[in-house]
């Protein structure tokens, strides 16, 4: 049984009400609603369909850059939780001999093209590289000032970059240092406080970095399950989850998660994030079926329904 088999049995294997830790279910529903002008309860995009990017016929931008902020803070995070449980898989576990290409099991791999930043450098999914020569500069005096000019520099013309295969410790080095450069790049992000976000910055900035997010979580679950589980090692799967179910939560509400993406991990993210007529036919099931004898309902409750805390790890589920 893969990584994801193993999670997705050990999340249906939960008590109904239970939590996967300390976070429930409904704490992650409505952490992923914008909170500012009405979210709603929709998902599938719904944040991109909802609200202009840069405003709405009646000029309201700094709503939209308040909502920008606001999916920008939490993809952030996203990103921090994504570097913090690879980093520290890195070093001993993902390594060139134990994962020599970044994959999501047998049939997803993923090759690495530095995407484009806008305004700047990069070369897009395919690492085409674009823009016009940019006149020599002085070098920098620290790593700050020089990441600080590597974001500010002009475009310049290079050649395409062809998508080259990467072990997958190199290929999340790869983004997480993209990352860094998108985030300092003020084409990209707003660098002081009340400059407004560039136009298409959902579609063109957060989208690219969010779904790429996606790869290194697949290929967590699906390499690395038994580590993370492990008590002796990370003891970390109740909390990949959570977070995980977050993202994917957060990244379906506010169109910056494609479905595509989630291929690899479908049987989790329907165990996690059942549709509407799975969860419907698991409410009818529920109701109609019957309680233990000489039981009630709180008793019931109290032996592991709702309220209960249980904890997700690798001994919830054979890993082979």
Not at 22 to 30: E, I, P, Q, R, Y
């Amino acid at each position: 049984m893969d990584g994801v088999a193993a999670a997705a049995a050990a999340v249906l294997s939960l008590a109904p009400g239970a939590t996967l830790g300390s976070v429930s279910d409904a704490a992650v529903t409505k952490s992923a609603l914008w909170p500012v002008g009405g979210g709603g309860s929709g998902g599938g995009g719904g944040g991109e369909q909802r609200e202009s990017e840069n405003g709405d016929e009646n000029g309201d931008a700094a709503t939209a850059d308040e909502l920008n902020e606001w999916l920008a803070r939490h993809t952030v995070d996203f990103l921090d939780a994504a570097a913090l449980l690879h980093g520290a898989l890195s070093h001993q576990y993902c390594t060139p001999q134990s994962c020599p290409a970044m994959r999501a099991g047998p049939r997803h791999e993923y090759l690495w093209a530095e995407p484009e930043i806008p305004g700047g450098r990069g070369g897009g999914e395919g690492g085409e590289r674009s823009g016009g020569t940019a006149a020599p500069a002085a070098a920098p005096t620290s790593p700050a000032a020089a990441a600080a000019a590597a974001a500010a520099a002009p475009p310049r013309k290079r050649k395409p970059q062809k998508p080259s295969r990467l072990a997958a410790r190199d290929y999340a080095a790869a983004l997480f240092s993209w990352a860094d450069v998108l985030l300092a790049s003020p084409h990209a992000f707003p660098q002081a406080k009340g400059e407004p976000f560039p136009r298409g910055f959902r579609a063109h900035v957060l989208q690219p970095l969010y779904r790429r997010l996606a790869r290194v979580f697949a290929h967590c679950y699906f390499a690395h399950w038994r580590e993370i589980g492990d008590p002796r090692i990370l003891n970390a799967s109740a909390h990949l989850t959570t977070v995980f179910k977050h993202y994917v939560a957060f990244g379906r509400e506010h169109g910056l998660l494609p479905e595509g993406e989630l291929d690899p991990v479908r049987t989790l993210v329907e165990a996690l994030l059942p549709s509407s007529k799975r969860r419907e036919e698991a409410e009818e099931d529920a109701e109609q079926a019957p309680l233990p004898p000489s039981s009630s309902r709180a008793t019931a409750a109290g032996k592991g329904g709702k309220g209960a805390r249980v904890e997700v790890s690798a001994s919830s589920a054979a890993v082979s």
